[in-house]
């Protein structure tokens, strides 16, 4: 199989959200696979010097609406967050905890998330929101407790946010492919066109 395609997106993030339910599918039709990086652009994230997310930015009308248009354009179910913008920091520790033992896992983790955020309006930056995915998918308090706030899973996270930096990523979401960047759901036709013929 050729190399996979390398999808890098903030749980925040409406673009990611609606990003996510469309690049396997994407993926598939060229005999590709995916690998589902979360990332954490929130200003608030201490790592980060450059990636960011502004607040008055997600917040916007402008935003809400773009939002709005694309998942009808991609026929995605989507509802505007009450809260646009949460910090997503803990979702992302508890997505590798668990995405590094179980990829699959990992990947049905993040899209209860993000359902939760984007479709029941839940606040995904609250723990017993979190937990109560966790426990549905059969994940142990303890499990959850070092996922969400053990020293070893804020290191796992920070050395994902370092790496994706290194690679040139700034916004979610974000696809690499063979080297290729290519940022916003309205590069996935130039994404798709390098996938059929080959770089141009």
């Given at each position: 199989m050729s190399a996979p395609i390398d999808f890098y997106f903030d749980f925040a993030s409406p673009y990611g959200y609606i990003a996510s339910a469309v690049i396997d599918q994407l993926a598939e039709r060229h005999g590709r696979s995916v690998n589902w990086h979360v990332i954490v652009l929130?200003?608030?994230?201490?790592?980060?010097?450059?990636?960011?997310?502004p607040h008055n930015v997600m917040r916007s009308d402008y935003i809400r609406r773009d939002a709005e248009r694309l998942a009808t354009y991609y026929g995605v179910h989507y509802k505007t967050p009450s809260t646009l913008g949460?910090?997503?920091?803990?979702a992302a520790r508890i997505f590798h905890w668990i995405n590094d033992r179980n990829p699959q896992q990992g990947r049905d983790f993040a899209k209860h998330v993000l359902q939760a955020y984007f479709i029941k309006d839940q606040n995904v930056a609250a723990a017993e929101v979190l937990q109560a995915i966790c426990e549905a998918m059969g994940i142990s308090a303890e499990d959850f407790h070092e996922a969400s706030s053990g020293s070893a899973s804020r290191a796992r996270l920070k050395a994902e946010v370092d790496m994706a930096e290194a690679r040139g990523v700034f916004g979610s979401p974000f696809f690499i492919v063979e080297g290729e960047r290519f940022w916003g759901n309205d590069r996935l036709p130039q994404l798709e066109r390098w996938l059929a013929n080959g770089p141009y």
């Open positions: 929130d200003a608030n994230f201490n790592s980060l010097e450059r990636i960011r997310i949460v910090h997503t920091e803990q």
